[in-house]
Structure formats: C-alpha cells, structure tokens
C-alpha cells in the first residue's frame, strides 16, 4: 500500500475528530461534518471508519496508551494522543498494512503541525507492535467493556442478566436498514426486483437489512421514494401506534418529529387517510422533515413546537393518535452513534426523565377519549423508559396500558417489562427501543 498524501490527510482529520469529541465533548456528527468541508469525498469513509474505531474502543487503547506513554502529552497536544490512538486502532483493527499505518500516522503529524512528535509516535507504534500491546489484558471495567464506568453500573442494575449482552452489541458495528414503502411494494418484492443481497425480518413486511451498507441515493428507487433508511426497531412504531384505528381520516400527532422517519412511516400507512401534525422544536431538524416528505410525495402540517407546552400552539381540536418518540439517552443506539459514551454523563438521565414525564403529562390532554399515545425511546434505561411510563399510568386514572401486540412477531424479539416492552441492540440486528402503548380510556 502507497503512503498517499490523502491517507495522511485522512489520519489528521481522524485525530482532530476524535480530539473535538474527547477533549471539546462535540457530538461526532459535528466533528465529521466540518472534516467534511476540508476532505475529497473519497477519503471521507476511511476518516469514517477510524472515528468510528476509535471511539468505540476508547477506553481499551486509551489504556494501551498508558502502557506505553511515559507521563500525559501537554493538554494543548490532546490531539496527538488522538493521533496515536488512530494508530492502534489501525494496528489492532484494521487491514491497513503495518508499515503503512505507522507511516501516515507518523507524517500526519507533520499535517498537524506538530513535526515535533513524528519521533515520539513513530517509537511508540514500533513498541506497540513489539510487546504486542494489543493483546494486553484490561486492567479495569471500562478498558474491558470500553463504556464509561457509570453506564457499565447502570446498564448491571437495569439488566442484571442481559447487560454484558447490551455491551457486546454497542461494540458492533450496526447494519443498514431499509423501509421499502409499502405503497409501492413490499420489502421481498423490492429485494427480488433488484437482486438485492439483504435480509428479510419474518413479520416486518417493509424491512430489509442490507448485508452491506450502501449510499442510499445509490439505492434503486431512492429517489422515487419507494425506500428510506430506517432501523427495523424503528419501524415498529408507526403500525403500532396506527393498529386499529378508526375509519376515515385519522387525526395523527408526532410530537418529536424531525429527522421525520417515522412521520414518514406513518403517512405511507395511511395514505390519503392522514391528518398528520408533526412537531420538533429545533427549528433547524425541520428541513429534514421538509425535504423526506418531499422526496416521497407527501403532506404533513409540519410545525416548530415545544411538545411540552402544547398551550403555545394547539388550537384544541384533539387527535387520535399521538407519537410520543421523545428525546432520551440515545443508550439503545450506541452502535450508531459511539460518542454517546463519551458526551453522555450520569445526571443527565435525571434530567431527561425529567423531561420525559412533563412532555408525557403535556401531551396526554391533546389526546381524544378512545385514543392511543404511543410512548417511544431509543434507550434501554428503566429511568426513562418503565419508570417515565409506569407513574405516569398510576396518577393519570383515564390511562390505561395496551398490552396487544400487532404486526411482526415481536413477542419473541421484546422483553416484557410491564409496562411497555423493551427490543434490545443487536436483536436481530435491531437498534435498542422502548415502547408502550398508552390508551385514554373514555369517560
Ligand atoms: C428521538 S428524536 C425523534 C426521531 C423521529 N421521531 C424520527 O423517527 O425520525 C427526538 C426529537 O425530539 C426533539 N425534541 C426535543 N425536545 C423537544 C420538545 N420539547 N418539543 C418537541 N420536540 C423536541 C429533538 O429535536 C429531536 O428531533
């Protein structure tokens, strides 16, 4: 393999990366978008790949580091710390040839303006791969499970018989799935038409998981709208919160709405039956609800609004079904998003719990007698999840849990936690989600 100036372009912009979401506490989508501005498209999936690496085996090479830094860089050089990492990562991870790994590390400093450490890294690597580091056992819990400790304990009372499997599937990479619209075709009939190498979910009749991740916009029909991208979890949401609806047009609220794939869902369900309002209070997310009902031909009454203050823009006509799919951990989607473990913190859960209860208690009020609340999130912590929901049944007297499952055959891919049922990361292939369906009982 050639030492190429844009693959220690790629190493750099690797390191900075990482360094904004380690030391600055940026989310990694932020990093990569800005190391986008400065890449060719071309290097930008390899940059992808060591991010991605990098940050979810933080805890594990940040303590090969140790092993083999003598004492801590100087704070203002955090991004050469980074810079190593990258380079065990390749070392331990990756295919990239050893020679090559350690070359574009060592001249990415150079890149980086720190010529002065090209020694340093270079010394470092070679006994890297000399004493074998990579191989070294994990002296503690988070080296060993590479999460934060506070998770790791909570992850152990949450789920004291499935947390390490929760770890192991956070460590993975996560697969690409596919909603094919089912005003089109179905998922089968899509992967037959296009010779599709993927995976059908028995149940889920608009799922396909791609056997390897693809550009989207590569995708036949993306264009067209016959296909979003969508977890398999995900998409259990809109049949659920829809399944036996009333006849004729359905009054529909989705109430944390943007980037708008399950709006999306839900107006491919319902087709000219839809009076869909959806609502995200970061103003900016709401283009992206703009433009995937654009692409896929379709009409909501899109809205910047804070789901808990519903006195603010409600006109007091009531809907009969509400999405509740609200702001959370994100810990059921760590696959996809590694920084999670690094920018989130303990007492942020109180917080969103918090937050949770008061858009749970807000929006109930908008709901007509007979009608179902579907209350979603993408973590796998009681503090959100059973215990937002469970008080909320246990004050609230016109409440009442649906314990009725429809579509797929979940039962075997949820765990019952009364209320509500948990999927958790790597079933199936699936993100981590909570749901429970919440229904106001007339009178
Ligand atoms: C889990 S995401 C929603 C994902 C979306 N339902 C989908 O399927 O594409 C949560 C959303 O809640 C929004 N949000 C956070 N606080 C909110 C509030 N008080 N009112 C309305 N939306 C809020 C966030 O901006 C974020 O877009």
Same mark, same amino acid.
């Given at each position: 393999?050639?030492? %190429?100036?844009?693959?220690?372009?790629?190493?750099?912009?690797?390191?900075?990366?990482?360094?904004?979401?380690?030391?600055?506490?940026?989310?990694?989508?932020?990093?990569?978008?800005?190391?986008?501005?400065?890449?060719?498209?071309?290097?930008?999936?390899?940059?992808?790949?060591? *991010?991605?690496?990098?940050?979810?085996?933080?805890?594990?090479?940040?303590?090969?580091?140790?092993?083999?830094?003598?004492?801590?860089?100087?704070?203002?050089?955090?991004?050469?710390?980074?810079?190593?990492?990258?380079?065990?990562?390749?070392?331990?991870?990756?295919?990239?040839?050893?020679?090559?790994?350690?070359?574009?590390?060592?001249?990415?400093?150079?890149?980086?303006?720190?010529?002065?450490? !090209?020694?340093?890294?270079?010394?470092?690597?070679?006994?890297?791969?000399?004493?074998?580091?990579?191989?070294?056992?994990?002296?503690?819990?988070?080296?060993?499970?590479?999460?934060?400790?506070?998770?790791?304990?909570?992850?152990?009372?949450?789920?004291?018989?499935?947390?390490?499997?929760?770890?192991?599937?956070?460590?993975?990479? !996560?697969?690409?799935?596919?909603?094919?619209?089912?005003?089109?075709? %179905?998922?089968?009939?899509?992967?037959?038409?296009?010779?599709?190498?993927?995976?059908?979910?028995?149940?889920?009749?608009?799922?396909?998981?791609?056997?390897?991740?693809?550009?989207?916009?590569?995708?036949?029909?993306?264009?067209?709208?016959?296909?979003?991208?969508?977890?398999?979890? @995900?998409?259990?949401?809109?049949?659920?919160?829809?399944?036996?609806?009333?006849?004729?047009?359905?009054?529909?609220?989705?109430? *944390?709405? !943007?980037?708008?794939?399950?709006?999306?869902?839900?107006?491919?369900?319902?087709?000219?039956?839809?009076?869909?309002?959806?609502?995200?209070?970061?103003?900016?997310?709401?283009?992206?609800?703009?433009?995937?009902?654009?692409?896929?031909?379709?009409?909501?009454?899109?809205?910047?609004?804070?789901?808990?203050?519903?006195?603010?823009?409600?006109?007091?006509?009531?809907?009969?079904?509400?999405?509740?799919?609200?702001?959370?951990?994100?810990?059921?989607?760590?696959?996809?998003?590694?920084?999670?473990?690094?920018?989130?913190?303990?007492?942020?859960?109180? @917080?969103? @719990?918090?937050?949770?209860?008061?858009?749970?208690?807000?929006?109930?009020?908008?709901?007509?007698?007979?009608?179902?609340?579907?209350?979603?999130? *993408?973590?796998?912590?009681?503090?959100?999840?059973? @215990?937002?929901?469970?008080?909320?049944?246990? %004050?609230? %007297?016109? !409440?009442?849990?649906?314990?009725?499952?429809?579509?797929?055959?979940?039962?075997?891919?949820?765990?019952?936690?009364?209320?509500?049922?948990?999927?958790?990361?790597?079933?199936?292939?699936?993100?981590?989600?909570?749901?429970?369906?919440?229904?106001?009982?007339?009178?």
């Amino acid at each position: 393999m050639a030492i %190429t100036k844009a693959g220690v372009r790629q190493r750099a912009e690797a390191a900075i990366a990482i360094d904004a979401v380690v030391t600055e506490g940026r989310s990694l989508d932020w990093a990569l978008a800005r190391a986008d501005e400065k890449l060719d498209p071309a290097d930008r999936s390899m940059v992808r790949m060591l *991010c991605f690496g990098c940050l979810r085996y933080h805890w594990q090479l940040r303590a090969q580091l140790r092993m083999l830094l003598e004492r801590p860089l100087k704070a203002r050089d955090s991004v050469i710390e980074s810079l190593l990492i990258v380079g065990f990562f390749q070392l331990s991870d990756t295919r990239v040839p050893d020679h090559a790994a350690v070359s574009t590390t060592v001249d990415a400093a150079r890149l980086l303006r720190r010529p002065k450490y !090209a020694g340093l890294i270079n010394a470092v690597l070679r006994n890297y791969m000399r004493r074998n580091i990579s191989e070294s056992e994990a002296q503690d819990d988070e080296a060993r499970f590479n999460h934060p400790a506070w998770l790791i304990e909570h992850l152990r009372k949450d789920w004291p018989d499935h947390w390490q499997q929760i770890i192991s599937a956070n460590n993975d990479r !996560a697969p690409m799935w596919l909603r094919v619209n089912g005003q089109h075709m %179905t998922a089968a009939a899509y992967q037959q038409a296009h010779a599709i190498d993927g995976q059908l979910l028995p149940g889920a009749d608009q799922a396909l998981r791609l056997e390897k991740p693809a550009a989207v916009d590569e995708l036949p029909g993306f264009e067209l709208g016959h296909l979003s991208v969508q977890d398999a979890a @995900a998409q259990m949401a809109a049949p659920w919160l829809l399944a036996g609806h009333p006849d004729g047009v359905v009054r529909v609220l989705d109430a *944390c709405a !943007a980037p708008g794939g399950k709006t999306c869902h839900l107006l491919e369900l319902l087709g000219a039956d839809a009076d869909l309002t959806a609502i995200d209070n970061d103003k900016k997310r709401l283009t992206s609800i703009q433009e995937n009902l654009a692409r896929l031909g379709m009409d909501a009454t899109v809205l910047a609004a804070d789901a808990s203050k519903p006195g603010e823009w409600w006109n007091g006509v009531g809907f009969d079904r509400i999405l509740l799919d609200a702001p959370c951990s994100a810990t059921g989607v760590i696959r996809r998003h590694p920084d999670i473990k690094l920018l989130r913190r303990q007492e942020d859960i109180h @917080a969103l @719990a918090r937050r949770q209860r008061q858009m749970l208690a807000a929006l109930w009020a908008l709901l007509n007698p007979g009608g179902r609340l579907l209350y979603v999130t *993408c973590s796998v912590l009681v503090e959100e999840n059973e @215990a937002v929901v469970g008080d909320f049944l246990s %004050t609230h %007297t016109d !409440a009442r849990e649906d314990r009725v499952l429809h579509d797929y055959n979940i039962r075997d891919l949820m765990y019952d936690k009364t209320p509500g049922f948990q999927v958790l990361p790597g079933t199936q292939g699936m993100d981590g989600f909570y749901f429970a369906s919440l229904e106001k009982v007339s009178g």
